[in-house]
């Protein structure tokens, strides 16, 4: 066997270990997806104060429209109170949304980010709450969203995930993103809740006891992926997030190409940053206490997206097809082609099971022809990854015409 062979081997092994384990992954979390959580009883009867709190940077396109709908709840007046944090926005934006019985917080950083607003905001209210509730700037709850939200923390948990939805629907890539993210929240959330694990945090939607969320968020000063330190730190201390499956929160998906592409590149920096800050701690935490919850959110981070994860793996598994096809190259492989074709059997399986019954109609499939282009910029995203978590890039709100 010449050196050439033995590096095309070790690379063989490498792709099917890390994917063939990325597949295994998804499918056994969807599969769990599929049944129902075991709920938990009651341990107390208490109605909470909410500070829902609303950061938004230039929103003036959504704001008022979200601020309207945030004070629809089927929840006492007088136990939550909206909290719009207005970074850089219009004179009669601010003068509209005065209007309303909300709170409006104005802020103004040389460099703005979502984890500074959030904590010059608490600083500023005071602690008079029980729950800190936080929703992005294009973020509508449903009406009896916080009611349920409350009856979790009367279960015990301190940290709860609400189940974001897709607003809008309007454009090949808004269906993807909206398909994505329910692909998520089946895996990540509810799969993992079934398992006895920790839903994933999503950005928003979310709710935290208020105390230890402020305490949590003054040691965080993230430009981007906030949610992913914030949920590393709270998975380190042993607390365990709630998924709130049937608590509904509707969430504008990416509608444009080239938004897509600088959501993406930013997530994967968060990403990886993130496991190299934390891979060490993650194994000694598993090791040493057991701690299963945040050795996984560790991994999580350096597993592949899904979208990379079912393109790559039907791109290798059809040239171990043409390769099986051809007699002159079978000297080269020591990975037998049926293990490639059985990883992406199971994957096709792990994701049409995390994909919502309604998604499955026409316009569905008009989208998913544009998928090869999602998948495309996608992996250009891995080679244009420095310095993308560095900076702040505002993503506009606002529904565009299909």
């Given amino acids: 066997m010449n050196s050439l062979e033995l590096i095309l081997n070790g690379l063989e092994i490498l792709l099917v270990g890390y994917f063939g384990f990325a597949v295994l992954y998804v499918f056994v979390f969807s599969l769990a997806g599929l049944f129902s959580t075991k709920e938990r009883k009651n341990i107390e009867n208490k109605q909470r104060k909410f500070a829902v709190l609303i950061p938004g940077y230039k929103e003036d396109n959504v704001i008022l429209e979200v ?11 007088h136990l939550f109170e909206v909290i719009i944090i207005a970074d850089s926005f219009q004179k009669q934006t601010l003068a509209q949304l005065a209007k309303l019985p909300i709170r409006v917080v104005e802020v103004s950083f040389e460099k703005s980010t979502k984890s500074k607003a959030l904590n010059a905001t608490m600083e500023i209210i005071g602690d008079a709450y029980d729950v800190a509730l936080v929703l992005d700037a294009d973020n509508i709850m449903e009406e009896d969203f916080i009611a349920k939200v409350n009856e979790v923390f009367n279960q015990g948990y301190k940290v709860v995930q609400g189940h974001r ?4 629907l309007n454009t090949s890539f808004a269906i993807l993103d909206a398909i994505s993210e329910e692909i998520n929240n089946h895996i990540f959330r ?28 003054k040691k965080i000063n993230a ?11 709270l998975l380190r201390s042993g607390e365990k997030i709630a998924y709130l499956h049937d608590g ?32 060490w701690s993650g194994v000694q ?13 560790v991994y999580q981070m350096v597993s592949p997206p899904r979208i990379l994860l079912i393109g790559l793996v039907s791109i290798i598994s059809f040239l171990y097809l043409l390769y099986g096809l051809t007699t ?44 090869p282009k999602a998948f495309f910029l996608m ?24």
């Avoid at 993406?264 to 920096?269: G, P």
């Avoid at 792990?350 to 499955?360: S, T």
């Fill in 328 to 371: 002159a190259c079978l000297g080269f492989l020591i990975v037998p082609p049926a293990l490639w074709y059985a990883i992406f059997i199971l994957l096709v399986f792990a994701i049409v099971w995390a994909i919502p019954a309604q998604f499955y109609h026409r316009t569905t499939l008009k989208a998913v022809l544009t998928l």
């Fill in 248 to 279: 509904l929160v509707l969430d504008e998906k990416v509608q444009k190409a080239a938004v897509f592409s600088n959501q993406r590149k930013r997530w994967l920096s968060a990403q990886f940053i993130y496991f190299r800050r934390f891979f």
């Fill in 223 to 233: 430009v981007g992926g906030f949610d992913k330190e914030l949920e590393l730190r």
């Fill in 285 to 297: 935490e598993l090791f040493t206490k057991g701690n299963i919850d945040f050795f996984d959110k």
């Fill in 67 to 77: 601020a309207e709908q945030a004070i629809k709840q089927q929840y006492p007046n």
């Fill in 165 to 168: 939805v897709a607003k809008n």
């Fill in 190 to 217: 509810k799969g993992h809740s079934v398992l006895g694990l920790s839903s994933a945090l999503i950005g928003s939607g979310m709710a935290f006891d208020y105390g230890y969320f402020k305490s949590m968020m």
């Fill in 379 to 402: 992996f250009l995203s891995l080679f244009k990854l420095k310095g993308a978590n560095k900076k702040f890039i505002h993503t506009q709100h606002g529904t565009l015409n299909s």
